[in-house]
């Protein structure tokens, strides 16, 4: 097997991981602000990887696979760094809550597209802009978590700014997911599959 240039940067984002977990941890001077630029790298490779699959044509059955699989590591990982980190008190309930919920979408959302596509319907939902901003409002709240993690007083304020945009990328996480849960409906209820896609823009929900 071949790799092509977006799936080793896909590669590439997945070995980013444990460097990041190593600089989150290892308290040396301005370790926090590393960490974030280390994820901030991450998630650049991961729009680079698929704008130069699309822009080059170097699409790959395997590169189709990792991407994903790549894009749920480092949020899960990431999330899981920020929960241990924030034990005990409100503040450290809510940030589980709210990874559970994000985590756990994930892997609902994953079983349940996997299963669709053994019954050939993985196009019955197109994820459009509520995918979109629940995306960008996750990485911007993990970054802000990252680099404020140890909560220093005069840094209060924007950690609260991190955890508020984390919350909302968790509702809009529970909103997309209730699309795909919407197309596979018929299906798991035993209805004929229809073959019209729903779309996130004009979905009722």
Do not use: C
């Not at 991450?42 to 790549?70: C, E, H, K, M, Q």
């Not at 920020?82 to 994930?106: D, K, P, Q």
């Not at 997309?176 to 849960?181: E, N, V």
């Amino acid at each position: 097997m071949r790799i092509n240039l977006p799936t080793w940067l896909t590669l590439f984002r997945v070995a980013l991981l444990p460097v990041m977990v190593v600089v989150f941890y290892w308290q040396f001077p301005g370790h926090n602000i590393t960490a974030a630029v280390v994820f901030v790298f991450a998630a650049i490779t991961d729009w680079l990887d698929g704008y130069l699959a699309r822009r080059l044509n170097l699409t790959s059955a395997f590169g189709a696979f990792l991407d994903p699989v790549a894009d749920k590591l480092m949020v899960a990982v990431t999330l899981f760094l920020l929960v241990e980190s924030h034990r005990g008190g409100w503040a450290g309930v809510l940030m589980a809550v709210t990874a559970a919920v994000i985590v756990g979408r994930e892997i609902s959302v994953s079983a349940l597209r996997e299963w669709m596509a053994e019954i050939g319907m993985r196009a019955a939902v197109q994820v459009a802009f509520v995918g979109k901003l629940k995306t960008v409002m996750q990485m911007i709240a993990l970054v802000v978590l990252i680099v404020q993690h140890e909560k220093s007083a005069e840094a209060l304020r924007l950690y609260h700014i991190g955890e508020a945009l984390l919350v909302v990328a968790g509702v809009l996480t529970i909103w997309s997911g209730l699309y795909y849960l919407r197309a596979a409906w018929p299906m798991l209820r035993g209805e004929p599959p229809h073959n019209k896609p729903v779309n996130e823009e004009n979905s009722p929900l």
